[in-house]
Structures are given as structure tokens and as C-alpha cells.
């Protein structure tokens, strides 16, 4: 009788509170955090803290790591065959040169924020409580489901390594299911699982394990670049229909694909809060991960288009069969087996970011505060990360790469979008280390950069004129030049001046402001428009679908916490009021720009 009339109090409770949804809305949408709060209130809800043991070479081993085995592997020789032809390395090299301006971005915001947040915690301190939600939401469908695709990789890959040259062959066929959704991947899940199990462990550990996996990784790479150098030939680049068969459109659309490779950086972000020194050692980590990682995809895409011309190219496990073709028997054994070793090290840093965006959400109570806890004796967020590899686990026994890849591109550049628009506004009209500029100022030249860009965008995607391109091209370059001589003008100087006592760390900053962001606010809008229209439908089902789990459940949970922290400060001041002064300074205040 106790259970059924809790039971109908909770109803009751729950019913009201989504009466009061409106005026809730209203109050914590936009509501923000200081990056002071950020890092001390709301890290102190999860118990205990990340144990502070990773250096800059962990965490270029991490981002390396977290790439590396995701790009070349699972995406190169599809984007080769039907999107960029020989010219896939082209491919790279400007997903690249997004990645980069994305990476520099989030540099200055993990240095500034060093909490295991990401994406999240950037956004939320700039735009609100909403958007922060959003990108965060968004991070974990990309690192859940490309995890899923990368472990399914793996079992193909492997298959090559024993000999096998069916990448089906250890994948059980269930008739009666749908196509794409019928293949069941047992070691892909028995995987996944294995590798929970290791990150429930320790971060260092862990850590350790990723950077000597990568070292054999680097090494493997080398071999597979100097063996297709070797036994390829330069007029593959070229034939049967020229570096470029489906033209400059092509290379292009190769590029919002592979972008797909480059999502393993904001992992190193994420460890900002186990990071030693985090002013140093992030912008070394972030920065020369995402550089060298390009450097040899661009290598790797080379060698396997000299091994063969783009039309022979297989779609799955594309380097194992290349060598398979050439007559390289041995070879194909030895790729699958690098092949599945590089996979592993990816899916272990993916998965240790995935973990700590949710804990950092369940901070934030947004999902249950379940979710937030950090093992006391581990250091590491025991409960994310085995709710997350259970999902990751399930996904990855059914479901094909083809289904989400573009799905999981969108979403990165969707929340690399958000990340370059919430670091200039950020800079100019929020930090106190500048003289700021107005705030209308820079949402007017936000949204004039992202129209100008999307009209680009869009020209470019329905072949319209030339004069369109040039146009909206030379509006971006007007508008972005501008703004930055408007600012200069309003604060008599082009100069950030920071104020720092001799116990602060310096802090590291984007050069060329707002450049930088600009060109990445451009690159992933122009990206995004070259995915398909059925990414785009995908997408919004899924953001209509957060979007509703917000209204129902975030929001109230989030109020009721800040009213039971503002309600717990009261009391503590009311009884003791000597404490009151010392208690108001450290509550948790709530925003609002």
C-alpha cells in the first residue's frame, strides 16, 4: 500500500512539474555557469575526483589514437570508390584543415575550462543550459554509434588476420530482418565489453595501454605507406579517369565523409580534467594529434590509390583486399591484424571520452545524477561508462557503417559549429580578459557569418552561378574584416590583455582572432550541405528527440537541483549565520547573458 501511494505522490509531483514547465524554460534555458563554478560546485557532485596523471604525450597518443584507427580503416576506401576518386588524400587534407581550426577552438576553452565537459561544458558556459545540452547529447549519439561501426571494422578486419578473406565470415545471418540490420557481430560486441571492463579500471592504465598500441600503430602505418610506395605505381593516381573522376563536387563531398576520421580529437579534450598542467600540455596534445594525424592519412589514402586504381578499390576492409589483389597474401594477414590493433586504440580513447561527457551531463542533471559518480579508489566514471558500453554493445550487434556514418558526420560538425560561434562570442563579450564589445555586436556578426557561409553553401550545392560564389565568398571576407576593425576601433586596440598574478598560469589563446573560428564556422557549414538529404531527416528525429527528453525531464531535474542547493545554502547561513558571508560566496549563481 506504501509503494502505490509513493507511486502516486511521485505522479502527482511530476505532473505539477510539467505545469510549471513555461516558467521553467524561461529560467534555465539560457542560464550559464562561471568557468570557476564549472570547476569546483559542479565537479564536487560526482564525489570524487579524476586523478590528475596524464602528460602531453599522453594525450597525443590519446588523439593519435583515437583517429588513427578510425579514418584510414573505415572510411577511405568508400569515400575512394564512389566519392573522391585517387584525390581522397585531397579529401584529407581539407577535412584536416577543419579538424585543426575546430581544435584550436577547443584548445582555448579546455585550457580556460579543464573539466572533463568537452563540447558540453564549453557551450553551456556560453549560450545556456539548453545548448550546452544539445552539443553534449549530440557528442554521445557520434561517439555511440561510430563506436558501434569502428568495433564492426574490427571483426572484418580480423577476419583477414586468420586468413579469412570473407569480412562476413565470424557474423551470424538472421533471416527475416531487415537488410543492414541482419548481420549479428558477436566479437564486435565480446569487444566493446573487454574494453569497458579495462576503463572501469584506471585512466593511466589505460592510457598506457592506448600509447603503446599507437607506437606499434605508427609503426604498422609506416610499413603499409612504404609497401604501397613500393609495389604501386603513380599512374593509378591518374587512371582510369584522372586524380579527380567525379570532379571537384567529389573531393568535396569525400570531405564531410572522412570527417567522420577526425572526431577522436575532442577525446583528448575530455581528459582535460586529468590532465598535469592543463595550460601546457592541452594545446600540445590537441593541436599535434589532430597534425599528425592528418600527415598520415593523407600518406596512407596515397599509398592504397598507387596500389590500385580507384574502381578496384573494395568498399570494406579496403587495405587487406588491396594487398589481397596485388598478390601480397602475407601482407593482407599482416594489415588485418594492424588493422584490428589500431581499432582497439580508437574504440579505447572514444570510449574513455564518451564516459566522461555523460558524468559531466549527470553533474549538470540533466540525465540521473547516477551517472555523474566517480569511483572513489578508480578515480574514473564507473557508471557512464559501463551504461555507455552496454548501449554501444547492442548497436554494434546489428547495426551496418553505412546506416550512421553520415549521421555521426553531421553531428561532429554540427557541435564543432557551435563550439567556433561560442569561442568568438565568448572572447568578445563575455571574458573579462578583454575590453568587450557589445553583445548585439556579436550576435549580429555571428549570424551574418553563418548566413553568408550557408549562401555559399548552397550555391555551391545546386550549381548555381559563379557570381553567387564570389559574391557570398567575398560578403564572408567583408564581414569577418569588419567585425574585427569595429572591435579594434571600440577597444583602441587589436590586443587581448590579460591580467595574471604571479600564482596564475598563463592561458593559452587562438592567434589571429576571430579568424580562426570565422574559416571554421564556414568550413563545417559548407561540409555539413554537401551530406545527403536523408542526414538531414535523420538528424532531426534525433534532435527532436533530445529536444523532448529536455522538456520533460532536464529541465525539471536541473531546477529542482539548483532549488534544493540554493535551499541547502539558506539553512546552512540560517544556522549558522558567522558562515553566511564565507556560504554566499561559495553557492552556485545562476547566469544569464
Known amino acids: 500500500m506504501s509503494n502505490i501511494n509513493n507511486m502516486t505522490i511521485m505522479l502527482s509531483n511530476y505532473f505539477y512539474s510539467l505545469s510549471q514547465t513555461p516558467q521553467r524554460l524561461r529560467k534555465r534555458v539560457l542560464a550559464t555557469w562561471t568557468p570557476e563554478q564549472e570547476s569546483n560546485q559542479v565537479r564536487q557532485r560526482s564525489g570524487a575526483d579524476m586523478k590528475r596523471k596524464l602528460n602531453w604525450y599522453d594525450l597525443i597518443a590519446l588523439g593519435v589514437g583515437g583517429m588513427l584507427g578510425v579514418g584510414v ?14 584525390s581522397v588524400f585531397i579529401s584529407y587534407i581539407i577535412a584536416g584543415i577543419s579538424a585543426l581550426l575546430s581544435s584550436l577552438c577547443y584548445t582555448e576553452f579546455a585550457v580556460q575550462v579543464p573539466v572533463a565537459g568537452g563540447a558540453f561544458s564549453y557551450l553551456r558556459l556560453t549560450f545556456g543550459e539548453f545548448m550546452g545540452y544539445f552539443a553534449g547529447a549530440n557528442i554521445l549519439m557520434e561517439y555511440v554509434f561510430s563506436n558501434a561501426a569502428v568495433a564492426r571494422s574490427f571483426t572484418e578486419y580480423l577476419s583477414f588476420a586468420f586468413g579469412q578473406n570473407d569480412p562476413n565470415v565470424w557474423r551470424v545471418e538472421v533471416h527475416g530482418m531487415p537488410k543492414n540490420y541482419n548481420m549479428l557481430d558477436f566479437p564486435a560486441v565480446a569487444l566493446i565489453l573487454l574494453l569497458t571492463l579495462c576503463l572501469c579500471h584506471s585512466t593511466k592504465e589505460s592510457s598506457i595501454l592506448n ?3 599507437t607506437i606499434f600503430h605508427v609503426i604498422f602505418f609506416g610499413f603499409i605507406i612504404v609497401a604501397g610506395y613500393y609495389i604501386g605505381s603513380t599512374k593509378n593516381l591518374v587512371s582510369p579517369k584522372g586524380i579527380a573522376p567525379f570532379g571537384v563536387r567529389g573531393v568535396l563531398d569525400g570531405a564531410a565523409i572522412v570527417y567522420f576520421s577526425y572526431i577522436g580529437y575532442d577525446s583528448a579534450s575530455t581528459m582535460a580534467e586529468e590532465v598535469k598542467h592543463p595550460y601546457k600540455n592541452l594545446p600540445i596534445g590537441i593541436v599535434g594529434s589532430v597534425l599528425i594525424t592528418t600527415l598520415l592519412y593523407c600518406l596512407m589514402a596515397l599509398s592504397l590509390c598507387m596500389m590500385l586504381p580507384y574502381n578496384k578499390i573494395s568498399d570494406n576492409a579496403s587495405y587487406s583486399i588491396a594487398f589481397l589483389k596485388i598478390g601480397w597474401n602475407w601482407a593482407s ?14 574504440l579505447l580513447v572514444a570510449m574513455l571520452g564518451q564516459a566522461r561527457y555523460l558524468c559531466v551531463i549527470g553533474r549538470a542533471r540533466l540525465v540521473p545524477s547516477w551517472l555523474a559518480k566517480v569511483h572513489p579508489s578508480t578515480g574514473t566514471p564507473l557508471n557512464a561508462t559501463l551504461f555507455l558500453g552496454l548501449c554501444t554493445a547492442s548497436i554494434a550487434l546489428f547495426t551496418e557503417l553505412d546506416i550512421i556514418i553520415e549521421l555521426v558526420s553531421i553531428g561532429t560538425l554540427m557541435v564543432f559549429y557551435l563550439v567556433a560561434n561560442a569561442l568568438i562570442y565568448r572572447r568578445y563579450s563575455i571574458t573579462q580578459n578583454t575590453h568587450n564589445a557589445p553583445p548585439l555586436y556579436t550576435l549580429l556578426f555571428l549570424f551574418l557569418l553563418s548566413l553568408s557561409s550557408l549562401c555559399f553553401s548552397l550555391s555551391w550545392k545546386f550549381n548555381q552561378q559563379w557570381w553567387g560564389l564570389l559574391l557570398f565568398g567575398a560578403l564572408f571576407i567583408t564581414i569577418t574584416a569588419f567585425f574585427q576593425l569595429v572591435v579594434v576601433m571600440h577597444n583602441n586596440s587589436n590586443k587581448v590583455v590579460i591580467t595574471l598574478t604571479q600564482q596564475d598560469p598563463p592561458h593559452w589563446l587562438v592567434p589571429f582572432m576571430p579568424w580562426p573560428p570565422a574559416l571554421s564556422i564556414f568550413l563545417n557549414v559548407f561540409l555539413m550541405t554537401t551530406l545527403k538529404l536523408l542526414s538531414f531527416q535523420r538528424f532531426a528525429i534525433w534532435s527532436c528527440f533530445i529536444t523532448l527528453f529536455y522538456v520533460l525531464y532536464g529541465v525539471h531535474s536541473t531546477y529542482q537541483a539548483e532549488e534544493i542547493e540554493m535551499m541547502t545554502i539558506v539553512n546552512n547561513n540560517n544556522n549558522n549565520p558567522s558562515s553566511a558571508e564565507s556560504n554566499l560566496q561559495a553557492k552556485v549563481e545562476i547566469q544569464v547573458h
Request: hydrophobic share 50%; aromatic share 4%.
Open 73 to 86: 580503416f573505415v572510411t577511405t576506401g568508400s569515400v575512394a570508390l564512389h566519392h573522391s576518386g585517387p
Open 211 to 213: 600509447l603503446i598500441m
Open 333 to 346: 594477414n599482416i594489415v588485418g591484424a594492424g588493422a584490428s590493433l589500431g581499432i582497439v586504440a580508437s
